[in-house]
C-alpha cells in the first residue's frame, strides 16, 4: 500500500477508502505530470522532492491550478485536494459544480488562513460525503404534478353523495328530462307478488317529476301500498279509483296534489277496491271501465303510471286495457322467472282481444344482489330474451328502498344520495330518454 507521506501515517492516496471516494463529483484530481511515491526496496516510502514556492515573491507566475495563501478561489471553481499545505483546486465543467465551494466536495469549508493541525485533522477525519439529489427529468416532474393535481381535485365520498343528492332532489329545476311528445300511460304489471311493483312505479314517478315532467300514479292495488309511499290520505271514505270502476267517476274527481312534489298527482284506493272484482262481473264492458276513466280526465300529464296488484284478475286486465306500454320488473331470482311467461301470455291474449295498441317496452331488473352467481344468472337470462326492451339501469338490494315507505316517502326523497335512489333516478332518465328519441311506444315506431 502506498502512502503520501507529506501529511502523516494517516492519509494515502490509493487507500482504499480514498479509491471508493475518488469517483465522487467534486473530488480533486490529481495534476498532471506530479510522479505518486514510489516505494523503496526495503519498504519505506521514498520522500518526495520539495517543490520551491511559486508565488509574487520568487518572481514566478503561480501555475494553473494552485491557490496562493491569501486568496480567495474564484467563482465557478472547486477545491481539490491538498499537497503540503496548499490547496490545490480544478475548474469543474458547469454540470459538475456544487451549489457552494467545499473542500474535496465533501461539505468543508474552504480555510485558507488554516493551520496545519487543522488542516491534517481534517484530512485524517474527512466528513462523510453528501448524497447528491436524484436527477428530476421533466416527464417525471410533470407526472408527479399531474399525480399531485388528480388527487387534490377529487371530490371526497361524501362531496360526491351530496352532489348526487342535490341532482336528483333538483331543487333550483334547472336539471329536466326530455318530455314525451304525446302521453305514455305505462302499467306496472307481474303477477308474481313482491317483485318491486310498487317501489318502481313510486319512485320512477317521483324522479320524472322531480325534473320537469307531469305525472299521475294510479293506485289499483287494494292493499294501498303506492298510496302509503306518496303520503296520500287512502282511508275509508277517500274518493278513489274504485268510484272510477264502479260509478264511473272521471279520473279528475279522485285526483290528489301529492305534497311537496309539485308536478306529481296520485289516483289513491282504498280498501273498498277489494270487492271491485266481484262488482266487475256484471258490468258492461267492464274490462274498459279504467280506460274510459283516463280517457274523461287524464289529457294533462306526460306519464301515466299504473300500479297493479300481483294477479291477472279484472283489476290487471282493466290496467292492460287502459295502457299502452307494460313495464315489467323482475327479481333477480328463479321464482320471477316463472311468473313471466304467464304475464307475456295474458299480455297476447289482451292485445289479439282487447287492445292492439299493448305492447312490452320496458323490463327493469329488481333486488340484484351481485353477491351471487344466481343474480348474474338471471340477468342473463332476461336481456337474452327481451334484448333491448331491458334498461342498462339495475335496482340493487337496499336498505334505504325499504325503509322509506316506512317514513311515507320515497327513497329519491328520503336519501336521494343513496345506490337505491341513483338507480331508480338512473332508471327514469332512460325512460325518457327512450319516449324522447322515438322508441317504440304503444306498439308504434
Not at 499545505?85 to 469549508?109: D, I, K, Q
Not at 270487492?275 to 279504467?290: M, Y
Not at 303510471?305 to 283489476?315: H, Q, V, W
Not at 287502459?322 to 333477480?332: D, G
Request: proline content about 9%; some cysteine; overall charge negative.
Amino acid at each position: 500500500m502506498v502512502r503520501d507521506s507529506g501529511d502523516g501515517p494517516g492519509y494515502g492516496d490509493a487507500d482504499d477508502h480514498v479509491s471508493r471516494e475518488t469517483g465522487i463529483e467534486g473530488w480533486g484530481v490529481r495534476p498532471a505530470g506530479r510522479a505518486v511515491p514510489q516505494p523503496r526496496a526495503d519498504g519505506v516510502e521514498a520522500p518526495r522532492p520539495v517543490e520551491p514556492a511559486r508565488g509574487p515573491e520568487s518572481g514566478r507566475a503561480p501555475e494553473p491550478g494552485r491557490l496562493e495563501p491569501g486568496r480567495v478561489p474564484e467563482a465557478g471553481r472547486e477545491l481539490g485536494p491538498t499537497r503540503g499545505g496548499t490547496v490545490e483546486f480544478h475548474v469543474a465543467a458547469p454540470s459538475e459544480r456544487s451549489s457552494t465551494g467545499t473542500l474535496y466536495g465533501r461539505g468543508v469549508s474552504p480555510t485558507v488562513d488554516a493551520s496545519p493541525a487543522e488542516v491534517r485533522s481534517r484530512r485524517r477525519n474527512p466528513p462523510s460525503p453528501q448524497p447528491h439529489p436524484p436527477v428530476v427529468t421533466a416527464d417525471i416532474e410533470g407526472a408527479m404534478t399531474d399525480a399531485y393535481v388528480s388527487r387534490e381535485t377529487e371530490d371526497p365520498p361524501l362531496a360526491q353523495e351530496a352532489k348526487r343528492a342535490v341532482e336528483i332532489l333538483n331543487p333550483s329545476g334547472e336539471i329536466t328530462m326530455p318530455r314525451p311528445p304525446r302521453r305514455r300511460t305505462m302499467c306496472v304489471a307481474n303477477q308474481k307478488g313482491g317483485v318491486g311493483k310498487t317501489t318502481t312505479a313510486v319512485n320512477i314517478a317521483v324522479a320524472l317529476a322531480l325534473h320537469g315532467n307531469r305525472v299521475l300514479v294510479i293506485d289499483l292495488d287494494p292493499q294501498g301500498n303506492a298510496s302509503t309511499g306518496l303520503n296520500v290520505p287512502h282511508h275509508s271514505g277517500v274518493p278513489d279509483v274504485y268510484d272510477c270502476l264502479i260509478d264511473g267517476a272521471p279520473l279528475n274527481a279522485v285526483t290528489q296534489q301529492v305534497e311537496g312534489i309539485p308536478n306529481l298527482w296520485a289516483v289513491p284506493a282504498t280498501i273498498d277496491l277489494a270487492g271491485a272484482e266481484i262488482e266487475l262481473v256484471s258490468v258492461v264492458a267492464r274490462e274498459s271501465r279504467l280506460k274510459r276513466a283516463i280517457e274523461a280526465g287524464g289529457n294533462n300529464y306526460d306519464y301515466i303510471f299504473i300500479d297493479c296488484p300481483p294477479s291477472l284478475g279484472l283489476l290487471t286486465v282493466n290496467a292492460l286495457v287502459a295502457a299502452e306500454e307494460v313495464l315489467i320488473p323482475i327479481q333477480c331470482e328463479y321464482y320471477a322467472l316463472e311468473g313471466v311467461q304467464a304475464l307475456t301470455n295474458n299480455i297476447e291474449l289482451v292485445r289479439s282481444h282487447l287492445n292492439p295498441m299493448l305492447d312490452i317496452t320496458t323490463v327493469l331488473l329488481t333486488m340484484y344482489d351481485r353477491r351471487t352467481r344466481l343474480a348474474d344468472l338471471v340477468e342473463q337470462d332476461v336481456r337474452n330474451h327481451f334484448g333491448e326492451k331491458c334498461l342498462n339501469a339495475v335496482i340493487p338490494r337496499n336498505v334505504r328502498v325499504s325503509e322509506a315507505p316506512s317514513y311515507s316517502q320515497s327513497v329519491m326523497t328520503y336519501d336521494p344520495g343513496s345506490r337505491g335512489a341513483v338507480s331508480y333516478f338512473e332508471a327514469a332518465r332512460e325512460i325518457a330518454l327512450r319516449g324522447a328519441q322515438g322508441v317504440q311506444v304503444g306498439g308504434v315506431a
